[in-house]
């Protein structure tokens, strides 16, 4: 259903909104390739304490996984304005058509200022990466506590016999 919209403010006609719904198709299946590096960057993370890998290497995995919660929160921001924008334009068909560009960045920076810095925290990806991470450290805690008594004990009780001979 085409709307109204013009490539230059102000201006009336009719043109189709299939090129930007394009764009943000291309933007979504990018957004799912931020998910995928998420996925890795946690594989990642966890093989390096499964391994006993020094802690900044690990350290550097959460910073990925921090910064790709982000671009994953900040793409989604600006398809959601982009959306929005396209909707208030087909919706209101308005004798002048607003600049689109503008009216995208007021409504990206109007939920952009709605973030708070621990909003990627609640990333689904990322909340089961810190989860995944602290079940791992538990398992090898336990592991190489375990390991460290079996060293300190005997394999084997001392048999009765061999203690008084």
Do not use: W
């Amino acid at each position: 259903m085409p709307g109204r919209s013009s490539s230059s403010s102000g201006s009336t006609g009719f043109i189709s909104f299939s090129g930007i719904e394009s764009a943000l198709s291309s933007l979504k299946n990018f957004q799912s390739c931020i998910g995928s590096g998420m996925d890795t960057a946690s594989r990642v993370a966890l093989d390096l304490v499964e391994t006993q890998t020094e802690v900044s290497s690990e350290y550097s995995m959460d910073k990925a996984m921090v910064e790709l919660a982000m671009m994953d929160r900040e793409l989604s921001h600006y398809v959601k304005a982009v959306q929005s924008a396209i909707s208030h334009v087909k919706e209101e068909r308005p004798e002048k058509i607003p600049d689109l560009k503008l009216l995208v960045e007021k409504k990206f920076l109007a939920l952009q200022n709605k973030n708070c810095d621990a909003d990627f925290q609640n990333n689904a990806k990322f909340v089961q990466f810190k989860q995944q991470l602290k079940e791992l450290k538990k398992q090898s805690f336990r592991s190489m506590a375990f390991s460290t008594l079996g060293l300190l004990m005997p394999s084997s009780p001392p048999s009765i016999s061999s203690t008084f001979s």
